[in-house]
T-cell receptor, first 113, second 114 residues
Framework: NAGVTQTPKFQVLKTGQSMTLQCAQD?????MSWYRQDPGMGLRLIHY???????DQGEVPNGYNVSRSTTEDFPLRLLSAAPSQTSVYFC????????????FGSGTRLTVV | AQTVTQSQPEMSVQEAETVTLSCTYD???????LFWYKQPPSRQMILVIR??????QNATENRFSVNFQKAAKSFSLKISDSQLGDAAMYFC???????????FGQGTRLTINP
């Protein structure tokens, strides 16, 4: 049982480049989310999905796109990387009821230079 | 808007002693869940303990327990018999029952002194 798998673990981008962070879960969870973690600010929600074909914006969506074509996969796209997007990114999944909390991937440390 | 506040950016404790991390939250909802997550240097987010708001009994998981005060909107984490492996960032989080969003506090960095 792999849980939530995130790739890559580390990435360095140049300003203006684009890339996709991959996220897959094998627990048949309806809900999936992307968070970014910055020092002193906890985790902030970027985008989320409540099921295949349904996505919505979180607190800090600017500069990011998502799609959810299957229950398992929820990729995050950086359209034109900026230094302000330097952060640690987490993908997470959960059942609809939420009583078990979210299961998190291992995170991606992204640096934009 | 729901908010979660952790007023202690850093805490330290001697090994084998007990430490309490504070968390308060703001909500107008009656049905929700509260969580404590641990983030060690490995960066992995690990669920430590959870509490359903409708339960009056405080949750416990081995050396970890909570003091849930619903009227005061307080949810503190007590770690007994602290171990070196408990050193980590600890995040308090809140989620409305059936809703998608998990709201995090800013975190408390816990150091264990040998």
């Amino acid at each position: 049982n792999a849980g939530v798998t995130q790739t890559p673990k580390f990435q360095v981008l140049k300003t203006g480049q684009s890339m996709t962070l991959q996220c897959a879960q094998d627990m048949n969870h309806e809900y999936m989310s992307w968070y970014r973690q910055d020092p002193g600010m906890g985790l902030r929600l970027i985008h989320y999905s409540v099921g295949a074909g349904i996505t919505d914006q979180g607190e800090v969506p600017n500069g990011y796109n998502v799609s959810r074509s299957t229950t398992e996969d929820f990729p995050l796209r950086l359209l034109s990387a900026a230094p302000s997007q330097t952060s640690v990114y987490f993908c997470a999944s959960s059942t609809r009821q939420g009583i078990g909390g979210y299961t998190f991937g291992s995170g991606t440390r992204l640096t934009v230079v | 808007a729901q908010t979660v506040t952790q007023s202690q950016p850093e805490m330290s404790v001697q090994e084998a002693e007990t430490v309490t991390l504070s968390c308060t939250y703001d909500t107008s909802e009656s049905d929700y869940y509260l969580f404590w997550y641990k983030q060690p240097p490995s960066r992995q987010m690990i669920l430590v303990i959870r509490q359903e708001a409708y339960k009056q009994q405080n949750a416990t998981e081995n050396r970890f327990s909570v003091n849930f005060q619903k009227a005061a909107k307080s949810f503190s984490l007590k770690i007994s018999d602290s171990q070196l492996g408990d050193a980590a960032m600890y995040f308090c989080a809140y989620r409305i029952q059936g809703a998608q969003k998990l709201v995090f506090g800013q975190g408390t960095r816990l150091t264990i002194n040998p």
